[in-house]
């Protein structure tokens, strides 16, 4: 088919749509079927009168004509087939497994007043007994190792009790430290913030002077 220019197009479906009333009609008898060529002529000569490209004949308006009502038919079936179909499209709704709380994954986030009704843990209700180790005992043994070869046998009760002592110790004193560590950075930074104040202070007491020079100068 030979190829149309845009102003060709409309050109011509201007022209077609004031006589499609005769070019349009369904029957097939034959005082319609001269009607229709006598029509197509008609339109062949006001298409070349009225448009600046190459002449056409009736045979080539014709298959253009075809050619765009087929395709125009297709658009209007494509867009009927995409809204009005009964193919509907579902939304498929993903629905993901709740999580089970466990010793792992439950934080203080998930804490409510109920779980104080719940079963305490067995961690929390077994009685500590006086022979199990702490923390402290076995990081005593464990320094007092390096002095001696002796400590490769089970400590006694009485041993243990001695690496006990000795752990509380240690923690009351590094409690301690840690507490004299705590007030001296308290005390550094309020030292800090009082010279700040200072600095301020200083600082408005200069701009206030200036600003007096400057309103008492002429």
């Known amino acids: 088919m030979t190829n149309?220019?845009?102003?060709?197009?409309?050109?011509l479906i201007?022209?077609?749509?004031?006589?499609k009333n005769i070019l349009e009609n369904k029957k097939t008898d034959g005082v319609t079927i001269k009607q229709k060529e006598a029509c197509w002529?008609?339109?062949?000569t006001e298409f070349n009168s009225r448009s600046l490209g190459a002449s056409r004949d009736v045979n080539c308006l014709k298959n253009f004509a075809c050619h765009d009502e087929q395709q125009e038919n297709v658009?209007?079936?494509?867009?009927?087939?995409?809204?009005?179909?009964?193919?509907?499209?579902?939304?498929?709704?993903?629905?993901n497994d709740v999580?089970?709380?466990?010793?792992?994954?439950?934080?203080?986030?998930?804490?409510?007043?109920?779980?104080?009704r719940q079963k305490k843990s067995p961690e929390l209700t077994r009685q500590r007994s006086e022979e199990e180790f702490t923390y402290k005992d076995?990081?005593?043994?464990?320094?007092?190792?390096?002095?001696?070869?002796s400590t490769s046998k089970t400590p006694s009760s009485k041993?243990?009790?001695?690496?006990?002592?000795?752990?509380?110790?240690?923690?009351?004193?590094?409690?301690?430290?840690?507490?004299?560590?705590?007030?001296?950075?308290f005390i550094d930074l309020a030292e800090s913030k009082l010279e700040l104040v200072k600095m301020m202070k200083e600082d408005m007491r200069i701009k206030s002077k200036i600003k007096v020079q400057i309103l008492e100068a002429p």
């Open 4 to 11: 149309f220019t845009q102003a060709e197009k409309v050109v």
């Open 14 to 19: 201007d022209i077609i749509e004031k006589e």
């Open 41 to 44: 002529a008609k339109v062949a």
């Open 75 to 95: 658009n209007v079936d494509y867009n009927d087939n995409e809204y009005n179909n009964d193919n509907e499209a579902y939304v498929i709704e993903t629905l």
């Open 99 to 116: 999580e089970q709380p466990t010793e792992t994954s439950t934080t203080w986030c998930s804490w409510n007043p109920a779980m104080l």
């Open 138 to 149: 076995v990081e005593a043994a464990l320094t007092n190792s390096s002095h001696s070869a």
């Open 159 to 185: 041993s243990r009790s001695n690496l006990r002592q000795k752990g509380t110790l240690a923690s009351t004193n590094w409690t301690r430290l840690s507490a004299n560590n705590r007030n001296k950075k």
